[in-house]
């Protein structure tokens, strides 16, 4: 039995519409409309309409990860029965780290750079009292508005007296750091920053650093400088200038012989060691303390409990000198997720602490890739670039979310959709009413595992 002439022409008005043809305005044309709209109005405000009659709902295969950590055995370009087993040579320790690289959720799609960068990879740069390691542009392209240093020194060494162009921020990974400045008004300011707190400097304000013997291997911690192009070489050393300085013009501008800068250095030091300090207290100044202390006890903040993992923001309304750098200091436990959200204005610049976790990163235009991190890899997620970070792994994910803005803004996707029109979220996304009614209208920033 043939099907009813009205049908028909329904689906020849569907096969016009897909084919982009223009549709006229016949009578026959008329009843495919009246079918169409029939076929999409929802029922009843419970039972949504799919978004449109042309395309299908999204596939319902979780995409977990392929190879979740612990995973014995290498990771394959396997997921499901898409991909094969690699033939060659494998690299299988960078495999294993990288399982949805390897073997990528089927939601990733187009192109998105790469965006993460492992400072174990970083080259590294030996003095006699420490090391440093830099990820800038130069490695991870991406990274345009951000680059980070990893220093060690050790007990006692000094980062000797210099100043950028740009500022300096810092969050103290291990030990504890003296840090000294004198600001542009000669106020002086000294303190030790301890494991977990931060220092920051603004553009073109000396400083050193020097790690004390409160941690007998001396300090590490992370650099984080707004300026994607960052590099040593973008370091202001005082040993390296009095070293291009006449003498009789260092002798004349301090009212000394010439005699009294015979030891000074005949290059550059960066790094050197020295006996550990001895008190924190600052040289008597007639010009008083900087207004605004240059560290910022982190440590001693107490973080905002959440359903999946803890929070602290620290921004230039609490550490009101740090005007270029913001940071979330975030946890998320085993399972849960910091949630899908983006930053409307400033890139994050994402450093692992310790845990395991993947991030899907939303470039727009059905560009999406997904990246996995582990302790002391850096990540990049460009301004307005919709993202999440999911804790894979079997203990608690720590990561720090830092921002070149004076001000911490997030968007959140559930938040955004919670306190939209429920008609509207309905009709775009084919959810229900009485599921959009269980979204939270508060940010979540961090929810647990899905119940």
Not at 91 to 98: E, F, T
Not at 152 to 179: D, M, N
Not at 192 to 205: C, K, Q, R
Not at 315 to 332: E, G, H, N, Q, Y
């Amino acid at each position: 039995m043939l099907p009813p002439i009205k049908y028909v022409y329904t689906l020849a008005f569907l096969a016009v519409l897909a084919h982009g043809a223009p549709v006229g305005d016949s009578a026959a044309d008329n009843l495919a409309r009246e079918e169409i709209g029939s076929f999409v109005r929802s029922p009843t405000t419970s039972s949504p309409s799919p978004p449109s009659a042309t395309v299908p709902p999204a596939s319902d295969d979780p995409n977990y990860q392929a190879y979740p950590p612990g995973t014995s055995g290498p990771a394959e370009p396997i997921r499901g029965s898409l991909g094969a087993a690699i033939l060659g040579p494998q690299n299988l320790p960078i495999q294993q780290q990288n399982p949805d690289v390897v073997a990528p959720p089927s939601t990733d799609s187009g192109d998105v750079p790469n965006a993460k960068w492992p400072f174990a990879l970083s080259n590294t740069h030996f003095y006699t009292g420490g090391w440093a390691r830099i990820q800038n542009a130069d490695v991870m392209p991406i990274a345009t508005k951000m680059a980070g240093v990893n220093m060690r020194l050790k007990a006692g060494a000094i980062r000797e007296l210099h100043w950028h162009q740009t500022a300096e921020w810092a969050y103290v990974i291990r030990g504890s750091t003296q840090i000294t400045s004198v600001d542009q008004d000669g106020r002086n300011y000294v303190a030790v920053v301890n494991a977990g707190d931060l220092w920051y400097f603004p553009p073109g304000i000396p400083h050193s650093l020097q790690a004390t013997a409160d941690d007998p291997d001396g300090s590490e911690f992370l650099l984080v400088f707004p300026d994607g192009n960052f590099n040593s070489a973008s370091s202001f050393q005082v040993t390296d200038w009095l070293s291009h300085v006449p003498k009789e013009v260092i002798a004349k501008n301090f009212q000394q012989s010439i005699a009294a800068f015979d030891q000074i250095p005949s290059r550059q030091l960066y790094i050197f060691p020295s006996e550990p300090p001895t008190s924190d207290a600052a040289p008597s100044d007639p010009q008083g303390q900087v207004p605004d202390p240059f560290s910022f006890p982190l440590s001693k903040v107490n973080a905002t409990k959440l359903s999946g993992g803890t929070v602290k923001i620290v921004d230039s309304t609490i550490f009101k000198i740090s005007t270029r750098i913001a940071v979330a200091d975030v946890t998320v436990e085993p399972g849960a997720l910091r949630e899908l959200h983006w930053h409307p204005t400033q890139d994050e610049w994402l450093y692992v602490l310790e845990g395991n976790a993947r991030m899907t990163i939303f470039a727009a235009d059905s560009n999406a890739r997904t990246f996995d991190y582990q302790g002391g890899d850096v990540g990049y997620v460009p301004a307005g670039f919709g993202h999440y970070i999911e804790n894979t792994g079997n203990t608690t994910l720590h990561f720090l979310e830092i921002f070149d803005t004076d001000r911490f803004q997030d968007v959140s996707l559930t938040q955004w959709l919670a306190l939209t029109p429920p008609e509207i979220v309905s009709a775009s996304l084919g959810i229900s009413d009485e599921v959009i009614a269980t979204f939270s209208k508060t940010k979540q920033v961090v929810v647990g595992p899905a119940t």
